[in-house]
């Protein structure tokens, strides 16, 4: 389905509806290169809404590591089993509930994924601290100004290392009869660090 | 209707129509600032969509002043009347037609605004040298990069002075349940230049 | 020295120095639509900087109108002094201190413009409610994402109406001597409302 | 040295000099992205800059592929040594001349990587179109109005299928003593295509 070795799959190859947003593909791109994944690594994906994460960093990691969708919303769950049908990877596990609750019972973490618009991106950082392994990778998705300056304050008293925030703001050219126009997307900050 | 002396009226202040796309009230503030407009000024704004250009040309340079507002987009035309109506503003001529053969006739110019999507913005900008007086501004918006390239070329080779381009790049807040994000809006180019 | 009615200074024709920054041109002339000035008006610039927007609003208010320029760093203030000097101006009163103490005494305004880096544009916010004439208009340019939150949370609880929030980021074109490239200046959030 | 999977490796990594722009690690990486590179592929880098392009190529591509990096700048292809001795990498080619000449003699390519702010973009482009295998991709990584323009009017002419065109903005935050705020970079336009 997809034979190339760098991440970056293109949005249109993923199974798509209108109920859950897609993180796009320049946007996951730079956070699987946030993560710094290789194989073998247990990865969460914490609001995986269509999936496109979990499968980029299920193909990272190979099948000797693992990755662990999570969403509360069953229309993300649905859309992560059609994406993991259609690009045939078999090392993804996805959980159906809150994250808060559900991470406690999982195995330690390389790397987490934190994107959604949920309301407790704050709690979830705190919690991911505890279940990231020394070393580990956090990365973490904001569009919310409020959940920025949140996960900026709780960052400052967590145990993390070379904290990152970088604004991305994409672009796309659209041909019109008349000539090329570029049409912008919304920014998303993009906050990574690693667990000391 | 509208009190104040600084441009940038809002938006919704003004007739709107789904046909004929307004300039937004910050991009249109920097236009009429690059015009460097005082009362008394002949306007030409070519390409008035909306007419929110002309409402507030007309507003700066007063009764003494005189906005000539051309496109040749029949709705524009018409929504442009209804914003006159609107604004009760008494100085501005309307001209439904290709702006390139309207402007022949016109008495020379303090400013020219230029706008929309045309593809003749290039030779617009051509007749317009001769059409501004000496000191005279012209004031380009532009969201082709075909236009902007074309535009840049002519602009080496007419008689314009202090050439400025701004890229002017606008999000607004939108307030969901879950917090405020910003939603970008599609980036605009200014070029504004002196004729020498 | 500027005899044009649309605000929009161009910024080199400010004295500068390196110590203080100038509010660009662009950025200043949106605070300034925000701000909906006219004749007559008082209006109070807090954290005046170079003094650009104080002269700019001095203009439109014309002499029955004044403005009271704050700022606590010495530098902004002789900066200040030197513009007023320069654009002839009299209706500008600048006051050396903590805008939070020198507000209190002022008599009440049509329109504050709160600028700088300051940590405590929160507290600033608040004392502007009680300052502000019913109907009077409040323009906060932020670039800290801390100050953002802080402003987003509190007038909230403040009374304040049709509260909008641009982002407003400025390219501006650079000629090199291989063609045309765009330099991005950081962006600005600039947060106006009008008191109720 | 660099022990990931996923490209992307921070700036601060490489060896670098003021008289070489680095590509930023962001860009870098959405760069590699549209490449899909593989294992065992041939790639060019054309005007190789600090090399970092090529160092992530490298990687990707193993030691079964070669990455082919070229400039003309002496400056440039010293840089990309010392990071190529850096990361220990083996399967670099360093070529110091006119990428125009240089590539004729070259065996066909996977991909292509062009960069730079060379004036002569346009022509290598259509140079690269030979040189690149069916089904393989160019990447451009433009800052140029001028040359934007030019590569998208020659890229109509050639036997390129799936054009993307991506404007990508990154802005870093810097914590100040009073808060953090957002730095913005200069926005690149990145063009990928995939060869008939």
Redesign the interface.
């Known amino acids: 389905m997809w ?6 799959i293109p949005d249109e190859f993923f199974e798509r509806t209108e109920k859950v947003p897609i993180t796009k ?2 946007v996951r ?2 956070q ?8 073998g690594q247990i990865i969460y994906d914490i609001g995986c809404g269509s999936g496109s994460i979990s499968i980029e960093a299920a193909l ?1 990691v190979e099948n000797t590591g693992k990755v662990i969708a999570i969403d509360y919303d069953s229309n993300a769950i649905e859309l992560t089993k059609k994406n993991i049908e259609k690009f045939g990877v078999s090392n993804i596990s996805v959980i159906f509930g809150n994250a808060k609750e559900k991470i406690l019972e999982l195995e330690k973490a390389d790397a987490i994924f934190i994107g959604g ?3 407790d991106t704050k709690e979830i950082v705190e919690l991911s601290q505890n279940k990231l392994k020394s070393g580990g990778r956090i990365v973490i998705a904001i ?7 949140s996960v ?1 304050q709780i960052l400052d008293k967590l145990k993390f290392d070379s904290v ?10 659209k041909k ?1 009869t ?10 998303v900050t993009i906050i990574s660090a690693t667990k000391v």
Chains 1, 2, 3, 4 share one sequence.
């Open positions: 034979n190339y070795k760098t991440p970056g593909e320049e791109t730079i699987l290169s946030k993560a710094r994944l290789t194989v990272q618009t949920g309301g569009i919310l100004i409020e959940t920025l300056y900026l990152d925030i970088t604004q991305v703001t994409i672009s796309k050219s019109t008349k000539g090329t126009m570029m049409l912008a997307r919304n920014p």
